[in-house]
């Protein structure tokens, strides 16, 4: 079925930070299937443990524990302030679980609140509340009618959501740092003080941390960048390292559900739990997280010296979860020039280009990377 335009190659193999086409032409990869292979193409580590369970087990069903699904629940828990993991099949399954546990929330503990107060140009995923709960221009006027109990505001204007908040508030939504929209940051003033706002008034903190979360930004989790502990989290993307797992993760004050109230066929299935927990055993050691930090400010320095060559404007973002502003609408033109150079980047809106490389992305990759773009930048000009 079209739901995208894509181009004639057909991808056949991956090794950590390279591609390869059905020609054997190469790809230096700087989007990993949008922030998901947050260990490169085919990892060793979730190469073993995928082999090793599914030569063990594969599905006993969601009605029945199994071993990889408390084993990764118990490390997520451990490293972050949530007391209770749900797996999900993607971001935006994830996500709303998150929306359906803060309204069961409120209809036991504030009257039936059930409105949501989400972010002008945020992105929360495909189904069809999410898309509601999205500030994705465009969306607003897509497969109406939409899922009603959504409020739209600007990031980072708190006195657009003090004005915003009402009785029927039960949760404000937001990304740590919104990614689709172009890589824009949160500031740690706005969620100190909208943490602090929803205590005084009995609302949830919601992060959406399925581009952010695991490692991304340099710590593990995105809201650690604030001081703050959310009440509910999920993640996606890079929690399986590729292989299609995501979470919501909750405090246990929060955690209302009662049986029936969530579930699906593939929850928790132990064949992604366990590709999961060897890519988050590894990212969760400070020292490659350290790396991960290490490898963005060496990004952000490169991008920054290529935007001074260029006459671009601000590079954004935190850890390897990085924009350049190219101040002209010559995104999706870089793009496409630079994967005829073998090189995969994202242009998420027209004047921005996006990077979001394995999270152990060596020095000489950035390198690379960035001869490659300079002279993808230069042939753009010239055209
Ligand atoms: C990608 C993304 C989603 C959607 O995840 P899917 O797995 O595609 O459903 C949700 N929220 C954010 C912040 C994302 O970046």
Redesign the pocket.
């Known amino acids: 079925m079209y739901i995208v335009d894509r181009p004639e190659a057909v991808m056949v193999r991956g090794d950590g930070s390279y591609l390869y086409d059905h020609t054997g032409k190469r790809y230096l990869d700087f989007v990993q299937g949008?922030a998901v292979n947050s260990l490169g193409h085919c990892p060793a580590p979730a190469v073993e443990a995928i082999t090793r369970q599914a030569q063990t087990l594969i599905n006993p069903s969601p009605a029945f524990f199994n071993r990889p699904m408390i084993d990764l629940a118990d490390a997520i828990v451990g490293k972050s302030c949530f007391d209770r993991v749900f797996f999900a099949n993607?971001?935006?399954e994830a996500?709303e679980g998150a929306v359906k546990l803060a309204r069961k929330w409120g209809a036991l503990n504030k009257n039936g609140a059930y409105e949501i107060v989400t972010m002008n140009h945020s992105?929360?995923?495909?189904t069809l509340a999410m898309m509601s709960a999205s500030g994705k221009d465009g969306w607003d006027r897509l497969f109406e009618p939409k899922v009603p109990g959504f409020r739209k505001i600007d990031l980072n204007d708190l006195d657009a959501l003090t004005a915003t908040i009402t009785d029927k508030t039960v949760a404000v939504m937001l990304?740590p740092i919104q990614?689709?929209a172009g890589v824009f940051p949160a500031q740690e003033g706005y969620m100190r003080k909208l943490r602090a706002l929803c205590d005084e008034k009995d609302i949830l903190l919601i992060v959406?941390e399925?581009?952010t979360g695991v490692g991304r930004t340099g710590k593990l989790f995105g809201y650690e960048l604030f001081g703050i502990e959310p009440d509910i989290m999920t993640l996606?993307?890079g929690l399986g390292g590729g292989v299609p797992i995501?979470a919501l993760v909750a405090k246990e004050r929060v955690s209302c559900f009662v049986a029936g109230d969530q579930g699906g066929t593939f929850n928790g299935n132990p064949l992604m739990c366990a590709a999961a927990l060897a890519v988050f055993t590894e990212i969760g050691r400070p020292e490659f997280l350290q790396a991960v930090e290490n490898s963005g400010r060496y990004l952000r320095l490169k991008l920054e010296e290529l935007a001074n060559l260029h006459g671009f404007g601000e590079v954004r973002g935190q850890g390897l979860l990085r924009a350049l502003n190219l101040k002209r609408p010559v995104g999706k033109t870089v793009a496409e020039y630079a994967f005829r150079e073998g090189m995969l980047i994202n242009s998420p809106r027209p004047d921005t280009l996006r990077f979001m490389p394995a999270l152990n992305v060596s020095r000489d990759e950035i390198n690379e990377m960035t001869v490659i773009l300079d002279r993808v930048f230069s042939e753009v000009a010239r055209a």
């Open positions: 949008w993607s971001g935006a996500n992105f929360h995923g495909r990304e990614g689709e959406d399925v581009q996606g993307k995501a």
